[in-house]
């Protein structure tokens, strides 16, 4: 098993927290993945284009013995599970399911890239980052998921999704 893999959820379609949910617990059923960590959930504007509804995020940390082309087919398969359908960029979506970081390892193909070219632009992802791994390095930009939160330009508002 490898540790330090966190993946980023996010949806804005109907049900959010429920689609976020779905595809824990299918993560959760795969034998070759271990959820080690989970941030709470949190409510945050959208990303890109703006007039739609605000997204529900969540980090978790997993340890598996995917390897990083594994890892992505499987998040695919997972997000085709949990109801995704076909959007355009930035759209809405019943569930998006992001690598975020594979340890510490840097992945860069036409397909993906890791890690996430924009984490350290995005506060919906720094600040559950923080939540569960405020320590953990970027291995490209040499910063702590923290200092990468103190100094992103994203002012965005993220906030606990509080259940109405």
Same mark, same amino acid.
């Given at each position: 098993?490898?540790?330090n ?8 379609? #109907? #049900?959010? /927290?429920?689609?976020?949910n %779905?595809? %824990? ?25 703006r007039?739609?509804?605000a997204?529900c995020n969540?980090v ?6 995917f ?13 085709v599970?949990t109801?995704? %359908?076909q959007?355009?960029?930035w759209?809405?979506?019943?569930? #998006? /399911?992001?690598?975020?970081?594979y ?9 993906f ?8 632009n995005?506060?919906?992802?720094? /600040? ?5 791994a ?11 998921m ?5 100094? %992103?330009?994203d ?9 109405r």
């Open positions: 098993m490898r540790t893999i966190f993946l980023g959820l996010g949806s804005n379609i #109907d #049900d959010r /927290v429920g689609h976020i %779905t595809a %824990t617990s299918l993560i959760r059923s795969c034998s070759d993945v271990k959820i080690v960590k989970s941030s709470l959930i949190y409510e945050t504007e959208p990303w890109g284009i007039n739609q509804i997204f969540q978790i940390m997993l340890e598996s013995s390897l990083p082309e594994d890892l992505l087919n499987f998040v695919k398969d997972i997000e599970k109801g995704r %359908t959007s355009e960029k759209h809405e979506r019943e569930i #998006d /399911v992001d690598i975020l970081f340890d510490t390892e840097v992945v860069s193909n036409e397909r890239s890791i890690p996430h070219r924009e984490v350290q995005r506060k919906f992802v720094l /600040v559950p980052m923080c939540e569960i405020k320590d953990f390095i970027h291995p490209v930009l040499n910063k702590s923290e200092q990468l939160l103190n100094e %992103t330009k002012n965005s508002e993220v906030k606990l999704y509080k259940q």
